[in-house]
């Protein structure tokens, strides 16, 4: 016995903390889907009579769902992550986690926050999270991010469904106002995502991906950018325009819309490298606070 | 059970791998005690 166990001690097992399982469940993207998924599911009509505990459980849900869809991404992405400096000291590819334990960290998550969610809420809910899921690993990790520009473009629907998930998650069903909130946060990933792929150029070029800042270069980007932050402008007063929120709220997100895409022309407007990096990461850390801010301005306003 | 080097090194995950299923049937047994109250 003492043999055996002395020779299990002896293989390559890595030192993995309960942190770096923590970090496999990418807790910043979570933040934003919990976020979010709140505002779907405080908009919905009922949620003031639904229990305190079944809510929270949903959010709960929505979170694991999300985390465990970013653990399988970090299973799948793991040789690109080791190339890219921006994602090298996850936890797979510093070797803290063996990647069949990130795998199957992700499926059993995954499974479990499906589950959750049907039997604390209903199967609405928990299929269209279920949908997300498999949207965010099949469709944008396993084919699209490495096969096209417009990887984030169509991939982005997957960020896209924690309100209407939390909408359903009250009421059952789907509507036209957590379509709108869906439509807002699809517009909102590209700008988003370009504005970082513009400082992490170099990266996405070493690893191969096939972002627009490569395979387009930063000028046809940054027009891009600004073309989707204008189209957001209106679907973000929607809400107003629909009757679903007051004139205040209209106010609000005119004003950080407004914000959003005069930060994208300056990164237009940037012509070297050095203001070009400096202005992406202004207007990268803003599209954060915006979608912040819209969501908060929905829920209270 | 004698505890070798491995166990202690463990210890911790193995710890919250226990605290992640004893929450997992604290959260069903509440969810199912709040569902066949009759709350919505």
């Known amino acids: 016995m003492t043999s055996t166990l002395s020779q299990t001690s002896d293989l390559d097992i890595p030192e993995s903390t309960v942190s770096d399982y ?6 910043k993207v979570m ?5 979010t998924g709140f505002a779907g599911m405080w908009v919905a009509p009922g949620f003031d009579q639904t229990h305190p505990l079944l809510a929270a459980v949903a959010m709960l849900s929505l979170a694991i769902g999300a985390g465990a869809a970013g653990a399988i991404n970090m299973w799948f992405d793991r040789d690109i992550d080791a190339i890219m400096n921006r994602t090298k000291s996850r936890p797979i590819p510093m070797g803290k986690i063996n990647p069949d334990e990130a795998l199957t960290f992700g499926i059993v998550l995954s499974i479990f926050s499906v589950m959750l969610m049907g039997v604390a809420m209903n199967w609405v809910a928990a299929g269209i999270l279920a949908f997300a899921n498999l949207f965010y690993v099949l469709v944008y990790t396993m084919w699209l991010k490495r096969s096209t520009p417009q990887n984030i473009v169509i ?10 998930i939390g909408w359903a998650a009250i009421t059952g069903d789907i509507t036209l106002y957590p379509l709108i909130m869906f439509a807002i946060i699809f517009m909102w990933t590209p700008p988003h995502f370009w504005a970082l792929s513009l400082f992490a150029n170099e990266d996405y070029k070493r690893a191969k991906i096939p972002m627009m800042t490569v395979t387009a270069g930063a000028h046809k980007t940054k027009i891009q950018m600004i073309a989707y932050t204008l189209i957001l402008l209106p679907i973000t007063l929607a809400p107003w325009a629909l009757g679903f929120e007051n004139t205040l709220y209209g106010i609000v997100a005119c004003i950080l819309s407004g914000l959003f895409l005069i930060s994208a022309i300056r990164v237009y407007k940037s012509n070297d490298e050095e203001t070009d990096f400096r202005e ?4 990268f850390g803003y599209s954060v606070f915006y979608l912040f801010a819209l969501f908060l301005a929905i829920m209270l306003i | 059970m004698p505890h070798s080097d491995l166990h202690k090194e463990k210890r911790k995950k ?7 299923i004893g929450a997992f049937i604290a959260i069903i047994w509440a969810v199912t005690m709040i569902r066949i109250a009759g709350a919505s």
């Open chain 1, 280 to 283: 992406a990461k202004i207007m």
């Open chain 2, 14 to 20: 193995n710890l919250a791998v226990l605290a992640m």
């Open chain 1, 22 to 27: 923590y970090a496999l469940l990418k807790p």
């Open chain 1, 31 to 35: 933040s934003l889907v919990i976020f």
């Open chain 1, 155 to 164: 991939g982005g629907a997957a960020g896209a469904f924690p309100p209407m």
